[in-house]
Structure formats: structure tokens, C-alpha cells
């Protein structure tokens, strides 16, 4: 209810600003950012009973003035991260930049002096520090006020007017990524233009991003559409949205997937661990022998989540838009690469032995007939798997999906398109608590 102001105002078709869904945690984070819509003015955050509470700062926070900040309706939490350009004739069209973002604390209780018109706390941020007051004097007008506690971190706002997120300015966001030949046609049947790729990717991105910044990166791409020449590329030419550590190649920010996608990657397969750490998610790739019925793959499914339960390991669902389901298990202490390596080998070889007639361990197309094939080879130190949202190069365009445990006798594992990924969007994220 907090957020149906912020939802009907925005088409999520167009924007690639966040839905807005109440989250509840006990952060107590804030936000600035600065956005250079039809007046210029940096927006003020807190976040507190699952949104975040806004204002809009005109002239942007100061350590010597008094500035007036007008309460704006709520935005969701996973606003705090979005940074780029809303399009022409949406709502707020402009340029957003992640001007400043951290933690607070309150002075004195949110709930009580929310309610008599004024919020005091202390700023632990990049830019903004120190005690600040936000004072009611008239219906959505506030005031915002730093107090006289010595602490000054700069003079003038435009000193440090770069992104907290990705250091860059303003101008810089606003050449974000021009998209080239945007009616290719790459996928014929049904007729999915390059457009179609990077306004589904724009969607996504925020989503995405958890599971794909910062780890060893391999995309397939599709220069002249599906039907012609596709190819896996996992060493890429210099370009500045890309970083490169030892030999692996990485995206950091939602611009190295748009980039990728301008550069007709279609799919982005991602490594088990993020650039110089242990590995911290687990893939089991089911991959049936092509005449083994739907049911028999569930039920293969079906048993590895019983066992990865028995072994106290949660599991996330999504489906490959292939052949079979993907099953991801978080780790969340550190192991080695060998240790990592043989927990998959043996969760793998358990499923074998304890249903013999039904999985396999074997890759051979010959030994996998009438079986599943439990690939745990993706959990190797530089092997990559296809990332979640991501789309499929295949003759018919589907979308690695995360999915609720629940849907599993309900969707396909190639039944996903661009138009059910996007409605899917607006329910609740089924990962969500996938980092804990």
C-alpha cells in the first residue's frame, strides 16, 4: 500500500527503475541521489518500515545552509542502488546519479517525532556525516539542517558531484550506452528485435547484478541473430565497462551487461565465486537425456532438494531455458576450491547411487540415455553457468528464471519468455533472501 503512489506513477515497461515491493529489514540505510530531471535536485532517503521515506532537496545538502527538502512519496528499498536514465515521457525523465549512500542512526525515536514533524539522526555516509535534522514547517515542506557538531566534509555541493557507485559524472552516465541497429531481428519466431534484448536487460539488471558483478565472466552472443552464427566468448577486446583480473574478464555495474547486450551478447554465464575469493554458490545443472519425460525431470529435481535438505544446504530454483532445471545452493562459509569441488562431486555421486535408474553423473550422451545428467562440473575453478534472468540463445527465446520451489510442476523449463519475465517482476522476488 506505502508504494502504490510510486508503482502507478512509473511504466516498469520502459524503466528500468525497480518495482516498487516493501522489503523489511533492520538496516538503517539512507540515500542522495542527484537527479537531473526537468529542475535539478538531489533526492534525500531514509529507510524505514520497509521503504524508503524521500525528499526532494533543490539546492542538495548543506553543511552551512538551511535547504528545503520536499517530501516525495515513498520509494522502494532497492532504490538505494538504482543509478542511470529514466526515458523520455516517464515519470521523473532525467539523469539519476548515486550521489551518496550509508547508514544512520537516530538521536531520538523515527516513529514518534515522524509523527510531531521533525527527525533527527547522524549521517554515517561517503559525503554526508555528522548529525542532521529534517524539520516540518508547512504540509510537505521540511527543512534540512546540519547541527553545529563540528564535523564538515566539504563546502560546496559540486566538489564532490561523482557517483558513489561508479565514480562517474553526471555527463558520463548520460552517454550510458547507445544501442545500435536496434530493429535487428535476433530471434525470428516468435520476432525479438535487439530493442526488445535491451529493454528486457534495463528490467533486469538490478537483479541480476547480486549474481553476476565481480565474477569470472562468459557470455554467448548472437551477431547476426540465433539462426546464424552464435559463439561463446570468454576473452574480450578493451573496453572500459569490462574489468580484467589474471586472465578473467568481469562486469562490476549494471553498464558492463548493457554493454555486453549492445555488443549482441544474448546469454551471461557467470563462475562460482567473485574475483580473488572462495567460492560461495553452488550449481547443479539437470541436464535429461532429450526423450526423458517431464515428469521423470521433476522428480529428479525433486530428489536433489531432499537431499540437499538432508544435508542442511537451502536451495534456490530456476529453470535453464533448456532442457532441465538449475538448482543454486548459497555457502556461506568459506571453503577451498577443493573442498567446494568434492561437496558437489559427492552430492552428485549420491544422487547416482541412491537413484541409479534415473540420474547420472556420466556426461556421455550414450550413458545419460533415459537419465538425468547431474552436472556438477560447473563448480570448477574457471568453469562459468548460464547467470539467473538471464536470456537463452536458443531458436525460441526463453529466459533462465528464478522460480518459487512451488511452481516446479507448474512451469516448464523453457516456458519463460521476455513477456513472462517482465510480469513476473511485479510478484514477489522468490530469491530474495538469497544472501541471507
Not at 538504482?82 to 532525467?94: D, N
Not at 562459509?333 to 535408474?357: G, H, N, R
Request: with cysteine; net charge positive.
Amino acid at each position: 500500500m506505502k508504494l502504490d503512489k510510486y508503482n502507478k506513477k512509473r511504466n516498469f515497461k520502459k524503466t528500468k527503475e525497480p518495482v516498487g515491493k516493501e522489503l523489511k529489514s533492520k538496516n538503517n540505510r539512507f540515500v542522495v541521489q542527484h537527479h537531473l530531471a526537468s529542475h535539478d535536485h538531489y533526492d534525500f532517503r531514509l529507510e524505514y518500515d520497509g521503504v524508503l521515506l524521500s525528499w526532494a532537496v533543490p539546492k542538495g545538502p548543506s553543511y552551512q545552509d538551511k535547504r528545503l527538502a520536499v517530501r516525495v512519496e515513498d520509494h522502494p528499498v532497492t532504490y538505494r542502488n538504482f543509478e542511470g536514465i529514466i526515458p523520455e515521457g516517464e515519470y521523473g525523465a532525467g539523469t539519476v546519479m548515486l550521489w551518496d549512500n550509508g547508514t544512520y542512526k537516530m538521536i531520538e525515536p523515527f516513529k514518534q517525532t515522524l509523527k510531531e514533524g521533525y527527525l533527527k539522526f547522524e549521517l554515517k555516509g561517503k559525503k554526508l556525516k555528522g548529525i542532521w535534522t529534517l524539520v516540518k514547517f508547512k504540509e510537505k515542506n521540511w527543512l534540512l539542517i546540519k547541527e553545529k557538531d563540528g564535523i564538515k566534509v566539504f563546502d560546496n555541493i559540486d566538489e564532490l558531484d561523482r557517483s558513489v557507485k561508479t565514480n562517474r559524472t553526471m555527463d558520463e552516465i548520460k552517454e550510458e550506452i547507445k544501442l545500435t541497429n536496434p530493429d535487428k531481428v535476433l530471434f525470428k519466431n516468435p520476432k525479438v528485435t535487439k530493442k526488445d534484448i535491451m529493454d528486457y536487460y534495463k528490467l533486469v539488471t538490478s537483479l541480476m547484478l547480486p549474481y553476476v558483478s565481480n565474477r569470472y565472466l562468459s557470455v554467448v552472443r548472437a551477431p547476426n541473430g540465433v539462426d546464424k552464427e552464435v559463439f561463446f566468448k570468454k576473452h574480450f577486446p578493451e573496453n572500459k565497462y569490462l574489468s580484467k583480473k589474471n586472465n578473467f574478464y568481469y562486469i562490476k555495474d549494471e553498464l558492463g551487461i548493457l554493454s555486453e547486450v549492445q555488443m549482441n551478447s544474448l546469454e551471461f554465464h557467470v563462475g562460482p565465486s567473485k574475483i580473488g575469493t572462495s567460492p560461495n554458490i553452488m550449481v547443479f545443472d539437470l541436464d535429461p537425456d532429450e526423450k526423458l519425460s517431464l515428469k521423470k525431470v521433476r522428480e529428479c529435481t525433486k530428489k536433489l532438494k531432499k537431499i540437499l535438505n538432508n544435508l542442511n544446504l537451502k536451495s534456490y530454483l530456476k529453470t535453464s531455458g533448456g532442457k532441465g532445471y538449475h538448482i543454486l545452493v548459497p555457502i556461506n562459509q568459506k571453503v577451498t576450491w577443493k573442498s567446494f569441488e568434492k561437496i558437489a562431486y559427492d552430492i552428485a555421486k549420491l544422487m547416482e547411487e541412491t537413484y541409479p535408474d534415473l540420474c547420472t553423473t556420466n556426461m556421455s550422451k550414450k550413458k545419460r540415455e533415459g537419465k538425468v545428467f547431474i552436472d556438477y562440473f560447473r563448480n570448477k575453478k574457471g568453469s562459468t553457468s548460464v547467470a539467473p534472468y538471464s536470456i537463452r540463445a536458443r531458436k525460441k527465446v526463453s529466459i533462465s528464471m528464478p522460480i518459487k520451489w512451488s511452481e516446479l510442476d507448474k512451469i516448464k523449463p523453457n516456458e519463460i519468455t521476455i513477456e513472462d519475465a517482465i510480469k513476473r517482476l511485479k510478484r514477489k522476488n522468490p530469491w530474495e533472501d538469497f544472501f541471507g
